[in-house]
Structure formats: C-alpha cells, structure tokens
C-alpha cells in the first residue's frame, strides 16, 4: 500500500512558476514508477509527466514539454513537478499516482495509487 499526498499547488499568474509536491507513504516509495496527471473543470483526466522507479526515463504530455520537469527523491519518498511558464490551461486538479506495471505510464491504468490532489489555478 502506498499513500500519496500533494501539495504546491496556489494561484499564480500566467508566465509564473509552481512546484508540486508528492509525498508517499511506505518503505517501497523507491519501487514505484511515479506520474502526475491532471483533470480541468469538464474535461478528462490527462497525463502530464512521468518517472521511472529509478529516476533513469522521463515522459512529458506534449502540451507541457520544455516547461514542466518531473524528478524524484527516494530518499524523501517524494515526487516533484517544476511547472514553468504557466499558462491559463494549465489550470486544473493536479494529481500524483504510484504504479509497478512496466508500461502504460501515460495511461491511467499504469497506476495502482492514488493522491487526493492540489489545485493549481493560473490567471490571464
């Protein structure tokens, strides 16, 4: 089991910076292959980034590529996400996911676990 809670989130300016946070739970945070993803209001669940369980392979939506940068400590049990350059479509729930399988990481189905997620607000 794994427990996943974010943080970071806030109302920031378009053109600002926010940097997430994901803490998990357990002994085994290092064993999981970590994502965030993020819902905006009426529309679906979409992947923005993802790491591998040994920080060795990233993974970026298009939409966030060159402004946002996933990365992990292990020994923090914590995930982070480096949004730069915010735009006003970055504005959604963002949430962070821990999952084993080897593939499908920018699917919602690579994930077993779930954060409850931090609002990330970005005004024009």
């Known amino acids: 089991q794994v427990q996943l809670v974010e943080s970071g989130g806030g109302l920031v300016q378009a053109g600002g910076s926010l940097r997430l946070s994901c803490a998990a739970s357990?002994?085994?945070?290092?064993?999981?292959?970590m994502g965030w993803f993020r819902r905006a209001p009426v529309k679906e669940r979409e992947f923005v980034a993802a790491?591998?369980?040994?920080?060795?392979?990233?993974f970026y939506a298009d939409s966030v590529k060159g402004r946002f940068t996933i990365s992990r400590d292990n020994a923090k049990n914590t995930v982070y996400l480096q949004m730069n350059v915010l735009k006003p479509e970055d504005t959604a729930l963002y949430y962070c996911?821990?999952?084993?399988?080897?593939?499908?990481?920018?699917?919602?189905?690579?994930?077993?676990?779930w954060g409850q997620g931090t609002q990330v607000t970005v005004s024009s």
């Open positions: 996911a821990a999952g084993t399988k080897a593939s499908g990481l920018g699917f919602s189905s690579g994930y077993d676990y």
């Open positions: 357990g002994r085994t945070f290092s064993s999981y292959n």
């Open positions: 790491i591998r369980w040994n920080g060795g392979s990233t």
